[in-house]
């Protein structure tokens, strides 16, 4: 466990002491795989599916705010229904309105969470995001895990149906606007998941805001649980067994790296909490203080050992030059 929290104590000291790059660097593998990810999946643009793009795109999101990305991301995959179907496009221009309006009205510090909501999704491991918003966020961040959560059952909808909107002609808007408003309308598991996500970040939440005992790890454990049969209630209620598998999976996950998150950012010592009180004019204060769990870096010192010079006569050293003692004054 010492070993834990001296890696912990180090990271923490070349984050803090390097934290411009590691953010840069941060920004740029996630613009990337948001980039790639569009176009890997939504490639129906067929000058935008290339790699310089994606590149190009990461680059420039890495000196820029979060939001920036989230902007550049809604924007690319607009072009991209574009050449699929202008009422795809439309549909999703009016939604991304309204998301954006919420977003950044009550959650514009939240464009990491936006981002990852979805790529997570994309990898059917969303229950992290819930969990971990509930851990190091406050309630406002919530609408950012609906927001990607949201476009992402969006998007997976048009890229399932894709057939059917490649197969009507163009003269059937009215049918292929009806058919992608069905696709976000009647998603009965997407207000599944997002009344799942909200109700686990808010449980999280409450849980670890109060004053006892291990309440991170009572809420991330709880959160999990509560997430974890909801969601398998829902989706056997909405005969979707195959989802089983990946909602236990995903939840272990979201376990494991809920633990990353309190260990970094939340481990207390609860052997050593003291209580204090104290007064003033109107008020009796009784405070409960719990220590941090803090290893203190061990400073290495090297100890130099030289050996002892050897002391040369003159006689000795006349000896040795072969010359007369004399000769050395």
Known sequence: M???????????????????????????????????????????????????????????????????????????????????????????????????????????????????????????????????????????????????????????????????FASMEEEESVAKFTAVLKLLVSNKEMYLVTATFLFTAFVVYVIRRQSIGYAWRIGLFLGNLVQMVALLTGYVLLGMPEKIMWVVLGTLISLAVSLVLEFFCYNLDYSRIERVQFEDDEYYYYVKAVPKVYVARKDKRVKRITPRKKTVNRRELAEELDIDQDWLD
């Open 2 to 164: 010492t070993g834990l929290l001296e890696l912990r104590e180090r990271l923490r000291s070349f984050y803090g002491k390097y934290e411009i790059y590691v953010t840069a660097g941060a920004k740029f593998v996630l613009g990337l795989v948001v980039f790639f990810l569009i176009n890997s999946q939504f490639g129906y643009m067929g000058r935008l599916d290339h790699p310089a793009v994606p590149l190009l795109l990461a680059l420039v999101c890495t000196f820029l705010p979060v939001n920036v990305m989230v902007a550049f991301a809604c924007a690319m995959i607009l072009l991209h229904l574009s050449a699929l179907a202008i009422e795809a496009c439309i549909i999703a221009l009016c939604l991304f309105l309204i998301l954006f309006f919420l977003y950044g009205k009550f959650a514009s510090k939240n464009g990491s969470i936006v981002i990852l909501t979805p790529i997570l999704c994309h990898f059917k491991i969303p229950q992290v995001m819930p969990v971990a918003a509930g851990l190091l966020r406050g309630p406002s961040s919530y609408l950012s895990v609906v927001c990607g959560t949201v476009v992402y059952f969006y998007m997976n909808g048009i890229k399932m149906n894709i057939v059917n």
